[in-house]
């Protein structure tokens, strides 16, 4: 059974950081791609960021470049994603996942993602 287990949310004003983390288990981290979403109040889930299973491609989502980095870590089965400079239209609930394809470069579809956090609240004052 894949576990994904987000933390490092919370509130912050704009202009500051957060790094989030999602520690995984149940299955070889090290194969499989991470991916991070977000879902505002009242709108749909969107991609993020995403690194492919051996950290050596990311994707990031246009308003978040320059500003975020996804980044992981295999022996320690985690993906993070450090944010700086937010803004309060980063506000969101904060979802990683993992996709279902074995050694995938990364995606920016959500259909192409299996396993799914419970997510984590980041609430950025202005």
């Known amino acids: 059974q894949v576990q994904l287990v987000e933390s490092g949310g919370g509130l912050v004003q704009a202009g500051g950081s957060l790094r989030l983390s999602c520690a995984a288990s149940g299955r070889t981290f090290s194969h499989y791609a991470m991916g991070w979403f977000r879902q505002a109040p009242g709108k749909e889930r969107k991609f993020v960021a995403a690194?492919?299973?051996?950290?050596?491609?990311?994707i990031y989502t246009d308003s978040v470049k320059g500003r975020f980095t996804i980044s992981r870590d295999n022996s320690e089965n985690t993906v993070y994603l450090q944010m700086n400079s937010l803004k309060p239209e980063d506000t969101a609930v904060y979802f990683c996942?993992?996709?279902?394809?074995?050694?995938?470069?990364?995606?920016?579809?959500?259909?192409?993602?299996?396993?799914w956090g419970q997510g984590t609240q980041v609430t950025v004052s202005s």
């Open positions: 690194i492919s299973y051996n950290g050596g491609n990311t």
């Open positions: 996942a993992t996709t279902w394809r074995w050694r995938s470069t990364g995606s920016n579809i959500e259909q192409d993602y299996t396993y």
